[in-house]
């Protein structure tokens, strides 16, 4: 596609339960970041992904976040027992090799109810 | 040490004026600084970026200044239009492509 795109959009699910964030990036774009974005922390890294694997995970914040990338394209965010501070903005961006620069998508607003 | 701080939170400009948001790094590691430009409801979006190998650089309305001994660099945006009225984030990366963002400056533009 044009430029990088997630889904869903918006996501309203119950404490305790999984959600799954989907990314597809822009095509030909081997690096691939999660970034989350909330009021009180501003823009935080995740994680990176060069190809399918992932050489920095040192922005997820406990062992309920987790994340995959298939085929060098689509990644998958996991957010197992989701709790209230999981509440946020989830962008994912892709650039060319690893390269800048570093393009967004629109992000999936995840709201913990 | 890989914090990037940015100033200032919020900015009122009116239109035809300057808008000048400043940021600070700590980690010399950094050699990739870019600038995102971010309206409701959006992704970020590049504006403009700079390696300190350059002191500015220029795109349009939009230029970076860079001042690497001081580790500063800011945001000018000449002829402020309300358009542009959205949030602006600096941001900086080393070899790993990893942003470090700061936390970002709200720009109104009064017509």
């Given amino acids: 596609g044009a430029g990088v795109s997630q889904s869903p959009s918006n996501k309203v699910t119950e404490k305790g339960k999984d959600v799954e964030l989907r990314c597809d990036p822009i095509s030909g774009h081997t690096a691939l970041y999660w970034y989350r974005q909330s009021l009180g922390q501003g823009l935080e890294f995740l994680i990176y992904f060069q190809g399918n694997s992932a050489p920095d995970k040192s922005g997820l914040p406990s062992d309920r976040f987790s994340a995959e990338r298939t085929g060098g394209s689509v990644s998958t965010l996991t957010i197992q027992r989701t709790q209230q501070e999981d509440s946020a903005v989830y962008l994912c961006a892709s650039s060319f090799s690893g390269v800048q620069p570093q393009h967004f998508g629109d992000g999936t607003r995840l709201s913990i109810l | ?111």
């Fill in chain 2, 1 to 111: 040490q890989q914090q990037v701080k940015q100033s200032p939170q919020s900015l009122i400009v009116q239109k035809g004026g300057i808008s000048i948001i400043n940021c600070a790094y700590e980690n010399t590691a950094f050699d990739y600084f870019p600038w995102y430009q971010q309206f409701p409801g959006k992704g970020p979006a590049l504006l403009i970026a700079i390696r300190p190998d350059v002191s500015e650089k220029k795109e349009g309305r939009f230029t970076i200044s860079f001042n690497k001994s001081a580790k500063q660099f800011s945001l000018h945006i000449m002829d402020s239009q309300p358009g542009d009225s959205a949030t602006y984030f600096c941001a900086a990366a080393g070899n790993t492509g990893k942003l470090i963002f700061g936390q970002g400056t709200t720009l109104q533009v009064k017509p």
